[in-house]
Nanobody, 121 residues
């Protein structure tokens, strides 16, 4: 089970840190990722990280502003979001269970419930 948290209402330029706490058999010992979905749009990849934490990858739209990290001792993945923009407004989902290095949501078998991030200008 994955539990997302940390969303909220912020202003342009502000920061937020999302957390994803994993419990049980969620397949976290592989790739974990963050996706987001804005109203009327498809779910899109935001960032991913290997279980080892050595390799991470971010979508071009967030590169340089967002950073994914993980603490395996706490079974938790984080998404630090800085310099937020109005176009970052979306529901953010944590995902786990992908057995390959993937950006495709179809490859992830476990999902958090989502946390709303709203950026107001």
């Amino acid at each position: 089970q994955l539990r997302d948290s940390g969303g909220g209402l912020v202003h342009t330029g502000d920061s937020l840190r999302l957390s994803c706490a994993a419990s049980g058999r969620t397949g976290t010992r592989y790739t974990m990722a963050w996706f987001r979905q804005a109203p009327g749009k498809e779910r899109e990849f935001v960032a991913r990280i290997l279980w080892s934490g050595i390799i991470s990858d971010h979508a071009d739209s967030v590169k340089g502003r967002f950073t994914i990290s993980r603490d395996n001792a706490k079974n938790t993945v984080y998404l630090q979001m800085n310099s937020l923009k109005s176009e970052d407004t979306a529901v953010y989902y944590c995902a786990a269970g992908a057995t390959k290095w993937s950006r495709d949501p179809e490859d992830f078998g476990s999902w958090g419930q989502g946390t709303q991030v709203t950026v107001s200008s």
